[in-house]
């Protein structure tokens, strides 16, 4: 009895040992993944027409007095649809849509860091930027009778003609 008592401690302490290694096992496989993860390379949506925080901190979603283009919306897509140029690889790929871009329009009016929101590729987003920054200075947000910096979004079309 006392032998059968003995291989049964024994068997105890061999399950518990086993058990004990496993949780320390899948906890060293754990923190392997962890740091595995942490090395792994990220993707990176940083870009030049992307910036920090800070230099957004200041820039205000909505407005009582929206910036708006000088002449009207009118005169606005008369100037992109003569200003665009359609890349030539859009051209031969017949790409149609739209090209989102969000930016922002300045106290003083001007337009500044356009991001991407929506893109069509064969280089229809650059195109879009290239237009929306080369448009003259708008009337700015208002808010509480001050000028202020105002994000705004616009829609430029492409089509296959």
């Not at 068997?11 to 740091?35: M, P, R």
């Not at 009118?74 to 989102?100: C, D, T």
């Not at 069509?120 to 448009?135: D, T, Y």
Request: charged share 25%; net charge positive.
């Amino acid at each position: 009895m006392r032998i059968s008592q003995a291989f049964s401690s024994l068997g105890s302490l061999f399950v518990i040992s086993v058990f004990g290694f496993s949780l320390f096992s899948c906890g060293g496989e754990s923190s392997y993944s962890l740091t595995k993860k942490e090395t792994a390379k990220k993707e990176d949506f940083s870009d030049k027409d992307t910036y920090s925080a800070e230099s957004e901190a200041d820039v205000m979603a909505w407005v009582k007095e929206k910036p708006a283009y000088v002449g009207g919306k009118k005169e606005m897509y008369n100037f992109i649809k003569n200003n665009l140029v359609v890349p030539e690889e859009a051209k031969k790929a017949k790409v149609s849509g739209m090209v989102f871009v969000r930016f922002i329009v300045e106290k003083d009016g001007k337009i500044t860091n356009p991001k991407i929101i929506k893109g069509l590729g064969h280089g229809c987003e650059e195109a879009a930027k290239n237009v929306i920054l080369s448009m003259p200075n708008w009337k700015p947000g208002m808010h509480e009778g001050k000028a202020v910096r105002v994000y705004h979004s616009l829609p430029i079309a492409f089509s296959k003609d």
